[in-house]
T-cell receptor, first 114, second 110 residues
Framework: DSGVTQTPKHLITATGQRVTLRCSPRSGDLSVYWYQQSLDQGLQFLIHYYNGEERAKGNILERFSAQQFPDLHSELNLSSLELGDSALYFC?????????????FGQGTRLTVV | GQQLNQSPQSMFIQEGEDVSMNCTSSSIFNTWLWYKQDPGEGPVLLIALYKAGELTSNGRLTAQFGITRKDSFLNISASIPSDVGIYFCAGLDTGNQFYFGTGTSLTVIP
C-alpha cells in the first residue's frame, strides 16, 4: 500500500459526459502528479501541483483540468469525454517539488468511455 | 507526446541471470527515475538519479545516470521470479516535464 488513495477504482461513462477523479496523497506529501496510461500512448504526464499551485503541465488536453485543494487532495476533471479518453489514470505524490515525479503511485482509476 | 526510447521491449531470462535495460533521449534530463509496474497496480519507484554519472543501488538493482545526461541504465543481478513485471524509465527535462519510456517487460523462467 503506497498510501495514495484514488477513487473511484473503475468508472464507465458515455461519450460527451464529464467525470471527476479524486486523489488523496500520502500524509504530508505536498506534490501531486497526474498521469494517463493507455495501450497506444503508454504513460503520459498530465499535470503537477505543489501545495495547491500548478507547477508543470504535460500532455493535458484542454478538456481536462485539475486542482489541488487546501487539504492537499486533488481532483482531475475530464469533460466532453471521447472514446480515446479511455485509459488508466494515476495519481502520485511526493514530499518535494519537482525532483521525484511522484515517488508513490495510487492504484489508478480505470476510465472506460462507451 | 514524446517518449523515451527504452530497450529491450521484452526479455525472457532464466532465474539467476543478470538483466540490463536502458533508456535514451534526444534531450538532456536533470533526473532519471526507474519504476516497476505489476499488473493492475500503479508503478513503484525503484531508483532515482539526480546527477550525471551517478550510480545508485537498491538491493540487487543498480542504475546509472549517463554522462551525456541523455541516457540511463538499469541492471538487475541474480534475477528471481518476483522480478517479473514491466520496468519503466522516466526522465525530468529542464522544463520540468516528465517523459516515460515505453517499458521493458521482464519474464523470469524458474
Amino acid at each position: 500500500d503506497s498510501g495514495v488513495t484514488q477513487t473511484p477504482k473503475h468508472l464507465i461513462t458515455a461519450t460527451g459526459q464529464r467525470v471527476t477523479l479524486r486523489c488523496s496523497p500520502r500524509s504530508g506529501d505536498l506534490s501531486v502528479y497526474w498521469y494517463q496510461q493507455s495501450l497506444d500512448q503508454g504513460l503520459q504526464f498530465l499535470i503537477h501541483y505543489y501545495n495547491g499551485e500548478e507547477r508543470a503541465k504535460g500532455n493535458i488536453l484542454e478538456r481536462f483540468s485539475a486542482q489541488q485543494f487546501p487539504d492537499l487532495h486533488s481532483e482531475l476533471n475530464l469533460s466532453s469525454l471521447e472514446l480515446g479518453d479511455s485509459a488508466l489514470y494515476f495519481c502520485a505524490s511526493s514530499l518535494l517539488s519537482p525532483g521525484f515525479g511522484g515517488a508513490f503511485f495510487g492504484q489508478g482509476t480505470r476510465l472506460t468511455v462507451v | 507526446g514524446q517518449q523515451l526510447n527504452q530497450s529491450p521491449q521484452s526479455m525472457f531470462i532464466q532465474e539467476g541471470e543478470d538483466v540490463s535495460m536502458n533508456c535514451t533521449s534526444s534531450s538532456i534530463f536533470n533526473t532519471w527515475l526507474w519504476y516497476k509496474q505489476d499488473p493492475g497496480e500503479g508503478p513503484v519507484l525503484l531508483i532515482a538519479l539526480y546527477k550525471a554519472g551517478e550510480l545508485t543501488s537498491n538491493g540487487r538493482l543498480t542504475a546509472q545516470f549517463g554522462i551525456t545526461r541523455k541516457d540511463s541504465f538499469l541492471n538487475i543481478s541474480a534475477s528471481i521470479p518476483s522480478d517479473v513485471g514491466i520496468y519503466f524509465c522516466a526522465g525530468l527535462d529542464t522544463g520540468n516535464q516528465f517523459y516515460f519510456g515505453t517499458g521493458t517487460s521482464l519474464t523470469v523462467i524458474p
